[in-house]
C-alpha cells in the first residue's frame, strides 16, 4: 500500500458525557483529535503506511497522544518537540433541535509558534506517494500557514501527490489573516481539493446559485453543485479532481449524507444515506478525505468507486463515538454493497 504523509494539529478532546451540557458536567471524557490525524488514523486503519507530522512539546499528555496514534499504527518519528502545550478542544454533543457545540482552548500551542525550517520535509516525504493537509492548520496563525506552505512546495518538488480539505473554521482565524488572503497560495498547488457547501464560499466567495442550506430539509441536489466545482478548478487549474461532501441536516441527530466528484469534465454523484441516529459527527468529514484518498489510490481509474467508498466510510464514522474512524475495508465495502442493516455480525 502507499505512503501518505499528513500534517497538522492534534489535540487533547475532552467531551461531556452523552449529551449533557457544559454547564450540567463534573467530569469529561478525554480522547484526542484532529483533522489530518483523523485522516492519518484512517488510512492506517486501512493498510497504508502512514507518517503524521506536527509540533508538540515534552510532556506527558504529549506522550499519551503519541502513544495513542502508534496505537493505531501511525507513524510519528517526524514529529518535532517544543513549545510548552498539547491545544484543546471541548465538544458538547447536540440533540435534536440543540446543536453541537466547539470551545478551542489552542492559542499558544506548540504548533501554533512553529516555524518553516523547523521539520525536515525530504526527510518527512521521503517515500510518499501522498501528503495531505487541511485549512485549519493555516488557520492557526502565520507560522503554521508558513510551515504548511514550505511542505507544500517541498512535496510538489518531489512529485507527491497534495491533497486538501478546506475546513473553514471562522473561530480559527484571529491572527489577523483572513482565509480568502492566505489559502489560495496553498490551495492553488494541490491536486486534489474536498470542501463542504460553505467551505468555498466562505474562503473564496463561490458558491451554487439559489441553494440555501437552512432550505434543504435533509435534501441536497447534488448537480446545483457541478457549478461550484467548476468554478474552484477554473481558479485553481493544478486541481485534477474536486469533492464536494453533501450534508442535509434535519437535526444534530439525524441528517443525509453524499457527495460529489467533478474531474475531467464529468460530475459523480454518489449514493446518498439516511443517517438516523448520529452517534458523533466529529471527524465526519476527515473519515470522508481518509476514505477517498484510499479510494483513488486502490481505485486507480474508478472515481466513481473512490467516491462510494468515501461517503460509506464516513456514513459508518457517525456510528462511532470519538474523532477516529475505527472501520476496516471490508465494512465499508458491505456497506457500499447495499447491507445497511446493522445485523450482528457472527
Not at 8 to 20: F, K, S, V
Not at 64 to 77: G, S, Y
Not at 143 to 163: N, P, T
Request: aromatic residues 8%; negative net charge; contains cysteine.
Amino acid at each position: 500500500m502507499a505512503k501518505v504523509v499528513t500534517f497538522g494539529e492534534i489535540m487533547l478532546r475532552l467531551a461531556t458525557p452523552g449529551y449533557l451540557r457544559f454547564s450540567q458536567v463534573k467530569e469529561f471524557n478525554a480522547t484526542f483529535g484532529g483533522g489530518e490525524a483523523n485522516v492519518a488514523i484512517s488510512l492506517a486503519n486501512y493498510g497504508h503506511e502512514v507518517s503524521f507530522v506536527t509540533r508538540m512539546p515534552q510532556n506527558d499528555i504529549a506522550q499519551a497522544c503519541i502513544m495513542d496514534l502508534r496505537a493505531h499504527n501511525v507513524d510519528t518519528k517526524d514529529i518535532v518537540f517544543g513549545g510548552s502545550r498539547l491545544g484543546i478542544y471541548f465538544l458538547e454533543t447536540g440533540a435534536c433541535a440543540r446543536p453541537s457545540k466547539v470551545v478551542y482552548d489552542r492559542a499558544n500551542s506548540s504548533i501554533a509558534e512553529i516555524e518553516p525550517g523547523m521539520i525536515d520535509w525530504k526527510k518527512a516525504l521521503e517515500g510518499a506517494e501522498w501528503f495531505h493537509w487541511t485549512g485549519i492548520t493555516p488557520a492557526i496563525s502565520q507560522g503554521a500557514a508558513d510551515a504548511c506552505l514550505e511542505a507544500i512546495k517541498v512535496a510538489r518538488q518531489m512529485g507527491v501527490k497534495v491533497s486538501c480539505d478546506l475546513n473553514y473554521r471562522k473561530n480559527l482565524w484571529k491572527y489577523g489573516k483572513k482565509a480568502s488572503e492566505v489559502m489560495p497560495a496553498l490551495v492553488e498547488l494541490c491536486d486534489v481539493i474536498l470542501g463542504n457547501e460553505e467551505d468555498c464560499e466562505k474562503v473564496f466567495g463561490i458558491k451554487p446559485e439559489g441553494f440555501d442550506v437552512a432550505a434543504t430539509n435533509g435534501k441536497v441536489d447534488a448537480a446545483q453543485f457541478e457549478s461550484v466545482c467548476k468554478q474552484m478548478m477554473a481558479k485553481f487549474p493544478n486541481c485534477q479532481k474536486m469533492i464536494i461532501t453533501l450534508r442535509g441536516a434535519i437535526n444534530a441527530n439525524h441528517n443525509t449524507w453524499g457527495g460529489v466528484l467533478y474531474s475531467d469534465g464529468t460530475l459523480k454523484q454518489s449514493k446518498r444515506y439516511d443517517i438516523t441516529h448520529i452517534v458523533d459527527r466529529v471527524g465526519g468529514g476527515d473519515s470522508f478525505m481518509g476514505g477517498l484518498i484510499h479510494g483513488l489510490l486502490t481505485y486507480v481509474g474508478d472515481d466513481q468507486k473512490a467516491l462510494e467508498f468515501a461517503v460509506a466510510a464516513s456514513c459508518l464514522k457517525h456510528t462511532i463515538y470519538g474523532d477516529y474512524n475505527l472501520v476496516s475495508i471490508a465494512e465499508v465495502e458491505t456497506l457500499m454493497g447495499g447491507d445497511g442493516s446493522g445485523r450482528v455480525s457472527r
